[in-house]
């Protein structure tokens, strides 16, 4: 089964820093395209950021470009998102997606229960 784990999302200062966490299992994360989406009330749900299975290339939202940084460790099967210079217009439910593909289903998305991120004073 494949599943798709968030952790460490807490309650955070304007400016401060924070890693998010996301437990991967059931497929590798090295053959996925894994993004990093947040949701914030009223709002749809966004792309952050993704880092490819193949070759590691990266690419970020505008509004999180030289603050947010995602990466991956294949041995753990984990994806992070290292999120500093924290605003409060950053705040939201952060959800990891993986996206895989298949010659005989295509493209296929997996998401995560979610994780909270609060910027406040």
């Known amino acids: 089964q494949v599943q798709l784990v968030e952790s460490g999302g807490a309650l955070v200062q304007p400016g401060g820093s924070l890693r998010l966490s996301c437990a991967a299992s059931g497929f590798s994360v090295s053959s996925s395209v894994m993004s990093w989406y947040r949701q914030a009330p009223g709002k749809e749900r966004e792309a952050v950021a993704s880092?490819?299975?193949?070759?590691?290339?990266?690419n970020y939202a505008d509004s999180v470009k030289g603050r947010f940084t995602i990466s991956r460790d294949n041995a753990k099967n984990t994806v992070y998102l290292q999120m500093n210079s924290l605003k409060p217009e950053d705040t939201a439910v952060y959800y990891c997606?993986?996206?895989?593909?298949?010659?005989?289903?295509?493209?296929?998305?997996?998401w995560g229960q979610g994780t909270q991120v609060t910027v406040s004073s």
């Open positions: 997606n993986a996206r895989r593909w298949s010659i005989f289903l295509g493209n296929s998305d997996n």
């Open positions: 880092i490819t299975g193949a070759g590691g290339s990266t």
